[in-house]
């Protein structure tokens, strides 16, 4: 489908999904997220450790000079929303002398997620195209790094060590270029088009180019309805959730306020009793945290109000910005939303209405006044 035929949501969308933004290298994306934000926020500015922030303010002409402020638990009534810049990627463990290159993860990510095929490595001077490939299949056991991942084999599950990047180049010309170990090494931007089934959408990475675009969309709703927050508000979008939440964590502690929400894809299984079908995920806990009742309470209240059957969680194998930053002490409390996703960390598949019913429950959530009496019955008229 043409770029001119998506609505504006899923044309932004695959604007970011073309873009890449490995963990520490998130320029690109954060720029394109910068042009969207700016007209939409009262200010906003680059952080120390890479986060793009948006403020809106409650109180503007009451509000001092915000970005002076390092609060966080100490101090300040505002809310953190964040959604996270990067995506799992590859980085360069070692070139060969014929100008291969071997490859480590960059976040939770193996071969088998994202398969084998062209790939774009940032170097410093030059961007190149290369192929993750395992090798050939038609190969005996002679050949057993290929031989021990084939099925009635060794049936060993594809891993690092398997495969290598084939780059077409010397030693030589990849150090011109600027590749070298830590170079990071992205899913090529042939292998990142959205694809339409039915109602729904498909493509790697939504995680969490989905929920960056439903945030900005929450910023749009709250500026198009002009309507204040009832206290201080930083859209943040982070860098390096995939390797660490460090971005998140860093911007909890440093801005003011005590709530940091967290805006991600979640599983969808039986496991979990989620489904790609229902409505929004909210998390009451993962693999690092119990996130705060109260707030989990109320993002299902809006949810259900808005009649979007909001499903209620408790992860595993997960984490967020918020529970990094509540398991690291820097926010007291913290709350989950996530787009409910088939197969994270893969080829990502979520309902193409799940991203504007997120921004709406988050321009709920931050101009309603928080009051916990409001939560009490979340789980009225929910499916799951």
Same mark, same amino acid.
């Given at each position: 489908?043409?770029?001119?035929?998506?609505?504006?949501?899923?044309?932004?969308?695959?604007?970011?999904?073309?873009?890449?933004?490995?963990?520490?290298?998130?320029?690109?994306?954060?720029?394109?997220?910068?042009?969207?934000?700016?007209?939409?926020?009262?200010?906003?500015?680059?952080?120390?450790?890479?986060?793009?922030?948006?403020?809106?303010?409650?109180?503007?002409?009451?509000?001092?000079?915000?970005?002076?402020?390092?609060?966080?638990?100490?101090?300040?009534?505002?809310?953190?929303?964040?959604?996270?810049?990067?995506?799992?990627?590859?980085?360069?463990?070692?070139?060969?002398?014929?100008?291969?290159?071997?490859?480590?993860?960059?976040?939770?990510?193996?071969?088998? !997620?994202?398969?084998? +095929?062209? =790939?774009?490595?940032?170097?410093?001077?030059? #961007? &190149?195209? $290369?192929? %993750? @490939?395992?090798?050939?299949?038609?190969?005996?056991?002679?050949?057993?790094?290929?031989?021990?991942?084939?099925?009635?084999?060794?049936?060993?599950?594809?891993?690092?060590?398997?495969?290598?990047?084939?780059?077409?180049?010397?030693?030589?010309?990849?150090?011109?270029?600027?590749?070298?170990?830590?170079?990071?090494?992205?899913?090529?931007?042939?292998?990142?088009?959205?694809?339409?089934?039915?109602?729904?959408?498909?493509?790697?990475?939504?995680?969490?180019?989905?929920?960056?675009?439903?945030?900005?969309?929450?910023?749009?709703?709250?500026?198009?309805?002009?309507?204040?927050?009832?206290?201080?508000?930083?859209?943040?979008?982070?860098? !390096?959730?995939?390797? +660490?939440? =460090?971005?998140?964590?860093?911007?909890?502690? #440093? &801005?003011? $306020?005590? %709530? @940091?929400?967290?805006?991600?894809?979640?599983?969808?299984?039986?496991?979990?009793?989620?489904?790609?079908?229902?409505?929004?995920?909210?998390?009451?806990?993962?693999?690092?945290?119990?996130?705060?009742?109260?707030?989990?309470?109320?993002?299902?209240?809006?949810?259900?109000?808005?009649?979007?059957?909001?499903?209620?969680?408790?992860?595993?194998?997960?984490?967020?910005?918020?529970?990094?930053?509540?398991?690291?002490?820097?926010?007291?409390?913290?709350?989950?939303?996530?787009?409910?996703?088939?197969?994270?960390?893969?080829?990502?598949?979520?309902?193409?209405?799940?991203?504007?019913?997120?921004?709406?429950?988050?321009?709920?959530?931050?101009?309603?006044?928080?009051?916990?009496?409001?939560?009490?019955?979340?789980?009225?008229?929910?499916?799951?």
């Amino acid at each position: 489908m043409a770029l001119h035929d998506l609505d504006s949501t899923e044309r932004l969308l695959q604007e970011l999904l073309w873009t890449y933004g490995p963990g520490g290298q998130e320029d690109a994306v954060r720029a394109v997220v910068a042009r969207e934000l700016q007209p939409l926020v009262d200010d906003m500015w680059i952080d120390e450790a890479g986060n793009l922030i948006g403020y809106v303010a409650a109180h503007p002409s009451e509000s001092p000079d915000h970005r002076q402020r390092t609060s966080s638990i100490a101090g300040g009534s505002a809310t953190r929303i964040m959604a996270h810049l990067d995506e799992l990627a590859m980085m360069v463990k070692r070139i060969e002398t014929d100008g291969t290159l071997h490859m480590t993860q960059l976040g939770t990510m193996y071969p088998g !997620n994202f398969g084998l +095929g062209p =790939v774009t490595i940032l170097g410093d001077a030059q #961007t &190149l195209t $290369g192929v %993750l @490939t395992l090798g050939s299949e038609h190969t005996t056991k002679e050949s057993s790094r290929i031989w021990e991942t084939k099925p009635d084999r060794g049936d060993r599950a594809l891993d690092w060590h398997h495969v290598y990047v084939f780059t077409g180049r010397s030693p030589d010309d990849l150090a011109a270029a600027g590749v070298h170990p830590g170079t990071r090494v992205c899913v090529d931007r042939s292998k990142r088009d959205l694809v339409h089934f039915g109602d729904y959408i498909g493509c790697y990475f939504l995680d969490d180019r989905a929920a960056v675009t439903a945030l900005l969309g929450s910023a749009r709703l709250l500026h198009d309805r002009g309507n204040r927050p009832p206290e201080d508000v930083y859209l943040v979008f982070t860098t !390096n959730e995939e390797i +660490g939440g =460090v971005g998140g964590t860093y911007a909890s502690a #440093t &801005l003011p $306020g005590t %709530l @940091t929400v967290a805006l991600e894809v979640g599983p969808t299984e039986r496991e979990y009793g989620t489904t790609v079908a229902g409505g929004p995920i909210v998390g009451y806990g993962d693999q690092l945290c119990v996130y705060d009742k109260d707030v989990a309470d109320r993002l299902m209240t809006i949810a259900r109000e808005r009649g979007l059957s909001p499903q209620a969680a408790t992860l595993g194998a997960f984490e967020s910005d918020a529970s990094h930053s509540k398991a690291s002490g820097v926010t007291p409390r913290a709350g989950l939303l996530c787009l409910p996703t088939l197969s994270t960390h893969g080829f990502e598949v979520i309902r193409r209405a799940a991203i504007d019913e997120m921004a709406e429950i988050v321009a709920d959530f931050l101009t309603q006044e928080s009051d916990a009496s409001s939560a009490s019955s979340p789980y009225s008229n929910t499916a799951s």
